[in-house]
């Protein structure tokens, strides 16, 4: 295939991370040209595909549905240098030490009692999307060393992002404070492969000493990540493809922390079935092939594959599936 010429930055960053080393966008800039070798040999194959001998470095499984009607949950913040990609480091802020933090999860009705203790050495504050509680009350600033305590009911069903409010917000969601709260509807589901996934991006400065990287702030302002991934890491689900049954009802928790680009989900060999937004239970959509998850929202996608092989599934906003949001359901009979 020849090589398509461009003067889109963009692209130059695109082609960068494909080949592994993401290079910053040069407003501006000419001749680069996007890559003509494939990480692996098929369809939407944006990264190379590994085995699944060994577990992915985030476990992408949902945690079971609770039956408690009172729910506890405790998070600690903590600076903690986190692998975005092999080789890559990152200074990350993080609840519990890890990006994203703990996936909650409850059930409708339920009450969630709440407490975050502030390790780290600056203000953090804790917003969930799931609670209709006064921010004003609730999501304040916690200074280094502090705690607060404060409870919610869990009234709307759905997948939902919780993350950091403190200002200025994008840099503590792109400093990796976010996370995946699931509130079950009374009536349980159908049984399925429950998996979740949060999406979110990495700007970083560029690596001068080999130290860890860092934010870099005009690059956020600027829409210009250097990584998109999934769950924290850069296409860790292509180097550790996910099991599933072949008729086997797999049912994605999708939230898109951002802080600033639009999901747009897609299993590429793969209809699916039904698609909640959001916390609707009514409705829902029916054989779509692609689906908008935005910025601070989540859905719920349920899917069955239908013959053995390997099915990717990427944000279908290409760029970003080359800087790493991608992976690979294994379908087995």
């Known amino acids: 295939m020849n090589a398509i010429r461009t003067t889109a930055a963009a692209v130059l960053v695109l082609a960068a991370s494909a080949c592994g080393t993401p290079t910053p966008a040069t407003p501006g800039s000419t001749g680069a040209q996007a890559p003509t070798a494939s990480p692996a040999n098929m369809s939407h194959g944006e990264a190379p595909v590994g085995t699944t001998a060994d577990p992915a470095p985030v476990s992408p499984d949902a945690p079971p549905r609770t039956s408690r009607k009172v729910v506890r949950v405790r998070m600690v913040v903590r600076d903690t240098i986190i692998q975005v990609s092999k080789g890559v ?8 030490g890890q990006v994203p933090g703990p996936t909650v999860r409850v059930t409708e009705g339920d009450s969630v009692e709440f407490t975050l203790v502030n390790a780290a050495p600056m203000p953090h504050s804790m917003d969930f999307h799931a609670a209709q509680i006064a921010p004003n009350k609730y999501y304040v600033n916690v200074m280094p060393k502090d705690s607060i305590h404060f409870a919610f009911v869990a009234e709307v069903p759905g997948a939902f992002m ?44 560029p690596d001068t000493t080999g130290a860890p990287r860092s934010l870099a702030w005009d690059r956020l302002l600027s829409l210009a990540p250097d990584y998109v991934t999934f769950n924290g890491r850069s296409a860790q689900y292509a180097e550790h493809p996910i099991d599933v049954k072949v008729g086997e009802l797999v049912r994605f928790y999708v939230v898109n922390a951002g802080p600033n680009r639009t999901s747009a989900f897609h299993v590429v060999g793969g209809i699916f079935e039904k698609v909640f937004q959001d916390g609707s239970l009514a409705n829902p959509l029916r054989g779509v092939q692609t689906v908008s998850v935005p910025v601070g929202g989540g859905s719920i996608f349920e899917v069955r594959l239908k013959e053995p092989g390997e099915y990717p599934f990427v944000t279908h906003a290409f760029a970003d599936a080359t800087k790493g949001a991608v992976g690979i359901l294994l379908a087995k009979p």
């Open 89 to 96: 480091r990152y200074q990350a802020w993080t609840f519990d």
């Open 162 to 205: 919780y993350h950091c409010g403190t200002a200025p917000v994008a840099a503590h969601i792109a400093n990796g404070m976010y996370g995946a709260l699931i509130v079950d509807p009374r009536t349980p589901r159908p049984t399925a492969r429950e998996l979740v996934l949060v999406q979110s991006e990495f700007y970083m400065n």
